[in-house]
């Protein structure tokens, strides 16, 4: 079974900045729509940004602006990078990838499957 890995998650201060990412080995990785999630603790995960094969990108109204997600095909990864981190961001993080018929949008995360085991960010004022 295909699993997806996250790397890149740490602790920073307030304002800055953490680059994830997330190997997906799956065959037909460029035509997939691919997301992140978060879950802090105490809460339901929840999505954070979503790219679809032809780089159109959705994000949280909460990471607007700071967050972008990217891929790149020809190493099967695709990126959130993070800027402007604060203390509410703090949650681990996750990389799925699409597999059932859905908008690309990561409000579907019912959608999504072949999660990894996540990367832990923590932003500390």
């Known amino acids: 079974q295909e699993h997806v890995t996250e790397s890149g998650g740490g602790s920073v201060q307030v304002g800055g900045s953490l680059r994830l990412s997330c190997e997906d080995p799956g065959y037909a990785f460029s035509s997939f729509c691919l997301g992140w999630f978060r879950q802090a603790p105490g809460k339901e995960r929840e999505g954070v940004a979503a790219l679809d094969h032809d780089g159109s990108a959705r994000y949280a109204d909460s990471v607007k602006g700071r967050f972008t997600i990217s891929r790149d095909n020809a190493k099967k990864t695709h990126y959130l990078q993070m800027n402007s981190l604060q203390p509410d961001d703090t949650a681990i993080y996750f990389c799925?990838?699409?597999?059932?018929?859905?908008?690309?949008?990561?409000?579907?995360?019912?959608?999504?499957?072949?999660w990894g085991q996540g990367t832990q960010v923590t932003v500390s004022s």
């Open positions: 799925a990838r699409q597999r059932k018929p859905a908008t690309c949008h990561p409000d579907f995360q019912w959608s999504f499957g072949y």
